[in-house]
């Protein structure tokens, strides 16, 4: 069964691509007049003009990707950054107050509105592969069922703000003990963990919530694509 649209919240990582996300929002808002959008700067420009356009929240945070100032290695996250990120969607669910979020990109284009049935997270069906170690971490904590190998929290996919309430001090904890340990230690094995869709999906199916096909959402390399209400890849503005 779908939802209310107003259940639906959305965040919007920007930088420098005001044609890009005024897009991105538009459309959003087109189709979701009364879901709440998060806009947070990543050290780039400020969005409020944006954000008053559109009714939307805005912040302005530290560049977590890496630049000039802060001379972070682009990839991967160390534990640092990738709390800091949970802490934007920790915001963004405590500032919205909706209970699913949509993780909007620059290159995604939300062309009609659509429900979404009951889920813990759900992306696109074409995503990268975890390691063969990862994956084996999320098998152990869904014995004998079948998970997928690939991640794929990508722009237009969704996530249940309930689990991430539920799982969210231990996901902190986890970060805090293992994160830097495992990529020092094994980093052809654990690399990914400093990729945030990579990272969202692994802590999610470590304790047992399974990432599932997002039904809404095609990526436009794949056939059919025009079929979808939301299509990541749309590198039009981008």
């Known amino acids: 069964m779908g939802f209310g649209l107003s259940e639906l919240g959305a965040i919007l990582t920007c930088y420098r691509n005001k044609k890009a996300t005024s897009f991105v929002v538009e459309n959003f808002r087109k189709h979701f007049p009364d879901s709440p959008i998060t806009l947070i700067s990543d050290g780039g420009?400020?969005?409020e003009d944006v954000a008053d356009n559109f009714s939307c929240s805005f912040f302005m945070d530290e560049n977590l990707y890496g630049n000039s100032e802060n001379n972070y290695p682009a990839l991967p996250y160390d534990s640092n950054r990738t709390l800091k990120w949970w802490e934007r969607l920790r915001r963004t669910i405590d500032t919205n107050k909706t209970k699913y979020t949509m993780i909007?990109?620059?290159d995604v284009y939300v062309r009609k509105n659509f429900d979404i049935p009951e889920l813990h997270l759900s992306g696109v069906r074409v995503g990268n592969n975890f390691s063969e170690r990862?994956?084996?971490?999320?098998?152990?904590a869904n014995p004998g069922e079948f998970c997928f190998r690939h991640y794929g929290m990508c722009g237009g996919s969704v996530f249940n703000n309930n689990t991430f309430d539920l799982i969210y001090d231990d996901v902190v904890l986890d970060i805090q003990k293992n994160h830097d340990t495992l990529i020092n230690r094994s980093e052809g094995d654990y690399f990914l963990l400093g990729a945030v869709d990579a990272n969202i999906t692994y802590h999610f199916g470590k304790r047992?919530?399974?990432?599932?096909?997002?039904?809404?959402?095609a990526e436009?390399?794949?056939?059919?694509?025009?079929?979808?209400?939301?299509?990541?890849?749309?590198?039009d503005h981008y």
Do not use: C, N
């Open 134 to 140: 990862m994956h084996h971490d999320i098998m152990d």
């Open 220 to 235: 436009k390399r794949e056939p059919g694509w025009q079929q979808f209400p939301v299509v990541h890849q749309w590198k």
């Open 208 to 217: 047992g919530f399974r990432y599932t096909v997002a039904p809404w959402l």
């Open 45 to 47: 420009d400020s969005y």
């Open 104 to 106: 909007l990109e620059d």
